[in-house]
């Protein structure tokens, strides 16, 4: 894996990504929780095919900003690119635009673990409850 990876994931605004349905607000305007969904996947997708067998990413920052709205029917893509590697820390870059323009900018933090021990370690907790 090397600094530089990019990757571009575009998705419709529908009733299903709206703020209205996701709970961020009232608006049938593509919600704020769907633009951070999105960068997500683009930034994990991008690596994948780069982790070894059994790994996998998970989030675990991000910094964005919502700058302009979109509405139902255009479409929005969502571009990464992988500006740091830090152990199993990965650090990305995300802008996303719709049919008019920039829309969304910020940065992404994603670390590298283990999929069945980081999935057993947030079972056990099921197990802990009272």
Not at 19 to 24: P, R, Y
Not at 40 to 54: D, I, M
Not at 75 to 80: I, K, L
Not at 108 to 118: G, L, M, W
Request: with cysteine; charged share 25%.
């Amino acid at each position: 894996m090397e600094i530089g990876i990019k990757n571009v994931i575009e998705t419709k605004v529908c009733n299903n990504n709206t703020a209205a349905t996701m709970g961020s607000g009232t608006l049938a305007v593509f919600a704020t929780p769907a633009m951070i969904a999105v960068i997500e996947e683009t930034a994990w997708r991008s690596v994948a095919p780069y982790l070894e067998e059994g790994q996998a990413t998970v989030g675990t920052k991000l910094d964005v900003s919502h700058i302009s709205p979109t509405p139902v029917g255009m479409t929005v893509r969502c571009e990464t690119e992988l500006t740091e590697i830090d152990g199993r820390c990965l650090k990305f870059k995300a802008n996303v635009y719709d049919e008019t323009g920039l829309i969304g900018t910020g940065t992404h933090e994603r670390f590298i673990i283990y999929a069945d021990k980081f999935q057993a370690k947030a079972d056990s907790k099921n197990k802990e409850k009272p």
